[in-house]
């Protein structure tokens, strides 16, 4: 099981290797990608298809919110808690419609 850093790192590789914006410019894990135009709408259906190839989750209709994938971060910590499991997750920010 992958942990929090390793997370962050593979989501970031592919961030950087899939949006030409991350590419142009400096950023940090903390930062809005949709609100800084690194990632757009449609982007983040890439995002979560690679998230569910990379890391065997399921990602659900009512967890696809803004606040989940918000940033690295965010989107780091929704994965774990995917990852870890139902048992486990209930302490984490996992985010359900």
């Known amino acids: 099981m992958p942990d929090i850093s390793e ?7 592919f ?3 899939q949006f030409p914006q991350a590419r142009r410019r400096a950023f940090v894990d903390d930062e809005a990608l949709l609100g800084s ?3 757009d709408s449609m982007g ?3 995002l979560v298809g690679f998230l569910e190839t990379e890391f065997s989750i399921t990602v659900a209709d009512e967890e ?3 606040e989940n994938f918000q940033t690295i971060e ?6 774990e808690a995917k990852v870890q499991g139902p048992a486990v997750s209930s302490g984490k920010r996992l985010r359900t419609a």
Request: one cysteine or more.
């Open 7 to 13: 997370i962050r790192n593979r989501i970031r590789e």
């Open 15 to 17: 961030v950087v290797r």
């Open 37 to 39: 135009g690194i990632i």
């Open 44 to 46: 983040i259906l890439d």
């Open 64 to 66: 696809l919110l803004q």
């Open 74 to 79: 965010c989107t780091a910590s929704f994965v």
